[in-house]
C-alpha cells in the first residue's frame, strides 16, 4: 500500500532541535523524554546510562572507585557506543549492556563515579558530540546547565521526595526487589543530596530553564507544555 505512511512524529519546520531535559531520580524524566521525542520524531538520549557503563565497567576490572585519575582514563580509552533512536543499545568496549545497568552495585556507586570530574569531562564531550547532528532529546542533570547551554529548549523536571519515592518504589516491586517506602524514601533523599551538593555540575534548575512539577501534573500535561513551549520558539 504505498500511499500509507506512517509518521513516527510530528517533525519541525522551525528552529527547536535540541532540548535538555534535567531533573532529580525519578522525576518523570525518562518517561517524558521518550514520549516528547516520539511526538517530535527526534533522537532520545539517557546520559545517566554513559555514567552507568563506566561504572558497571570499573567494578567488572577492579578499578577503584575512589581513584579518580584511573576511572578518567577508564573512560577516556572505553568511549561509549549507543545505537536505536531511543539510545537503548550501549556498548562500552566489546561489551553490549543491558539489565547490567540497573543491578544493585552499580545502583548503589554510580553517584561515587558521576561525581568525578575526570569522569564528567569524558563523558560530556561524548554527550556533546552526539548532540551535534540535533533533533535530539538529552536527559540528565546538567544538560541545560553544563552540557548544552544553548539548547533550544531547557526543561526542568520536580517533584516531592514523597511522590519521587512513590514512583520508585512501584517500578522496584514491579521489579521483584522487596523494599518499603521508608527505606526507598530515604534512598531518594541521599541520591538527591549527592546529586545537588557534588562541587561538579551539581543538579540545578538552569535560569531560562521551564520547571514543570511531575507531582502535580499528568505525563501527558507535562509533554503537552514543553510541545506548547517547543511551538513558541
Ligand atoms: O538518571 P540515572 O539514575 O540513570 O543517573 C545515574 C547517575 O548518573 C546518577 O548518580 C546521576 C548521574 N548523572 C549525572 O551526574 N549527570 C547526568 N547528566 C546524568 C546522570
Same mark, same amino acid.
Given at each position: 500500500?504505498?500511499?500509507l505512511?506512517?509518521l ?7 528552529k527547536?532541535?535540541v ?11 525518562s ?7 516520539r511526538?517530535?520524531a527526534?533522537r532520545?538520549l539517557?546520559?545517566? *546510562?554513559?555514567?552507568?557503563?563506566i561504572t558497571?565497567?570499573?567494578l +567488572?576490572?577492579?578499578?577503584? /572507585?575512589? $581513584?579518580?585519575?584511573s576511572l &578518567?582514563?577508564?573512560?577516556?580509552r ?6 536505536g533512536?531511543?539510545?537503548?543499545q550501549?556498548?562500552?568496549g ?6 547490567e ?15 568525578m570530574?575526570?569522569?564528567r569531562r ?7 558530540t552526539l548532540?551535534?547532528?540535533?533533533n535530539?532529546v ?5 544538560i ?5 547551554p544553548?539548547?533550544? *529548549? ?7 521526595p514523597?511522590? +519521587?519515592?512513590?514512583?520508585? /518504589?512501584? $517500578?522496584?516491586?514491579?521489579? &521483584? ?10 534512598e531518594?533523599?541521599?541520591r538527591?543530596d549527592?546529586?545537588s ?8 534548575p ?28
Amino acid at each position: 500500500m504505498p500511499w500509507l505512511i506512517v509518521l513516527r512524529g510530528t517533525p519541525l519546520s522551525g528552529k527547536v532541535s535540541v532540548i535538555a531535559l534535567d531533573g532529580p531520580v525519578a522525576s518523570g524524566k525518562s518517561v517524558v523524554g521518550r514520549e516528547l521525542a516520539r511526538r517530535l520524531a527526534f533522537r532520545y538520549l539517557d546520559t545517566g *546510562v554513559m555514567y552507568r557503563a563506566i561504572t558497571w565497567l570499573a567494578l +567488572r576490572c577492579g578499578t577503584s /572507585l575512589a $581513584d579518580e585519575e584511573s576511572l &578518567g582514563n577508564l573512560a577516556n580509552r572505553h568511549p561509549i557506543r549507543l545505537s536505536g533512536t531511543e539510545s537503548n543499545q550501549v556498548w562500552v568496549g566489546e561489551h553490549q549492556l543491558g539489565p547490567e545497568l540497573r543491578d544493585a552495585r552499580v545502583e548503589r556507586q554510580v553517584s561515587l563515579v558521576s561525581r568525578m570530574p575526570q569522569v564528567r569531562r569524558v563523558l560530556v564531550q561524548q554527550q556533546r558530540t552526539l548532540a551535534k547532528e540535533g533533533n535530539i532529546v538529552m536527559v540528565g542533570r546538567d544538560i541545560g546547565t553544563v552540557v548544552l547551554p544553548n539548547a533550544d *529548549v531547557k526543561v526542568y523536571l520536580s517533584a516531592s521526595p514523597e511522590a +519521587r519515592a512513590h514512583r520508585r /518504589l512501584k $517500578d522496584l516491586v514491579d521489579q &521483584g526487589q522487596d523494599v518499603d517506602f521508608q527505606q526507598v524514601l530515604g534512598e531518594t533523599i541521599q541520591r538527591d543530596d549527592m546529586d545537588s551538593n557534588r562541587a561538579d555540575s551539581p543538579l540545578r534548575p538552569a535560569e531560562d530553564a521551564l520547571t514543570l512539577d511531575t507531582g502535580e501534573l499528568t505525563i501527558d500535561q507535562v509533554v503537552e507544555q514543553i510541545l506548547a513551549q517547543v511551538h513558541r520558539c
